[in-house]
């Protein structure tokens, strides 16, 4: 058994070297312990110093492309390499390595395909209270629409089978974080969340350059997580409600029409027509965004199959 422990890097010399020396060469239930750098095209001395503190591989992007696709270069260049069991952690040391072997336990154990760590948010004291909110709310929202009970969504130190690396494909961007869960709870992945420490703060985060900022790209995210993987049910939504409002205006008017006094209220019956097309068309959005989204699965499981039938007969890629 391989395991492969992944960490993303942009402009990270300055904590690369520390997050580093607290990584584990030996883990229970592994025979080999690899470590992977991802160098998302850094201008400082990342490479250099990974190389320097022992790191077995280094994949390099020539320019930044962002936190998203560099993991999903991790997860390629493991799968690659032949991992059984994928780490990712922090560059910045955020995570407590000695937590390892409990996030990789539930996959050993045949348990989970897919573990997240679970911070002690509220007693993180580095953390706003807007950002604590704004990661119960993320949390919330991939509970809702991946139908999982993962208490901690935004976190990034988690255990990726090989099974379930195969099978992820991030379309956001920003983060991986919450589509990967929400991929696994809708492909039936076993997941689940072990609690874990996390160090001091070494660095200010690099996916928070402003409260207004952040705050923007949360609800931009949530809002797109419902649009990929609930189509149906966000613009389904939308419509009943605009049809709703047009079906009341509608009544009022006739009310207004029965007792005689329609005349001076025809500006409601053109709200209420312009509400009920408004919430038809939006109907036919929701079943079209729900036709969209069964096309990407079957892309999804395509994608898939190919990667199970270009292996040997080890079981490794060819």
């Not at 990967?180 to 200010?204: C, F, H, W, Y």
Request: neutral net charge; hydrophobic residues 50%.
């Amino acid at each position: 058994m391989k395991l492969i422990i992944q960490i993303p890097c942009f402009n990270e010399a300055a904590t690369l070297a520390i997050a580093l020396a607290a990584l584990p060469r030996e883990v229970t239930g592994f025979d080999v312990v690899e470590w992977l750098v991802i160098d998302d095209g850094s201008q400082d001395d990342t490479v250099t110093v990974a190389k320097a503190n022992g790191v077995d591989h280094v994949v390099r992007h020539t320019h930044n492309l962002g936190l998203a696709q560099t993991f999903m270069t991790g997860l390629e260049a493991c799968l690659s390499l032949g991992a059984d069991v994928i780490v990712n952690t922090d560059a910045d040391n955020q995570y407590h390595a000695g937590d390892i072997p409990a996030l990789t336990a539930p996959i050993l154990e045949g348990r989970a395909e897919l573990v997240v760590g679970a911070r002690p948010i509220a007693a993180i004291e580095h953390f706003s209270g807007l950002k604590k909110y704004l990661q119960r709310l993320g949390s919330w929202a991939v509970r809702v629409a991946s139908s999982t009970d993962i208490p901690d969504a935004p976190s990034g130190f988690r255990a990726i089978s090989r099974a379930a690396a195969e099978r992820l494909m991030v379309f956001n961007d920003y983060t991986y974080t919450l589509e990967t869960i929400i991929q696994a709870g809708q492909k039936n992945m076993p997941i689940t969340s072990v609690p874990v420490r996390v160090n001091e703060d070494l660095r200010p985060s690099r996916l928070v350059k402003s409260v207004p900022s952040y705050i923007k790209r949360s609800m931009i995210t949530i809002v797109r997580i419902f649009v990929i993987y609930r189509p149906f049910r966000f613009f389904g939504t939308i419509g009943a409600i605009l049809f709703a409002a047009g079906f009341l205006v509608a009544l009022r008017f006739l009310f207004y029409y029965a007792t005689g006094d329609g005349e001076g209220h025809v500006q409601s019956l053109l709200l209420a027509v312009l509400l009920l097309g408004m919430g038809f068309q939006t109907v036919l959005i929701a079943f079209l965004a729900d036709l969209l989204a069964a096309n990407r699965k079957l892309l999804e499981d395509v994608r898939y199959r190919a990667r199970v039938w270009s292996r040997d007969d080890t079981g490794r890629p060819v």
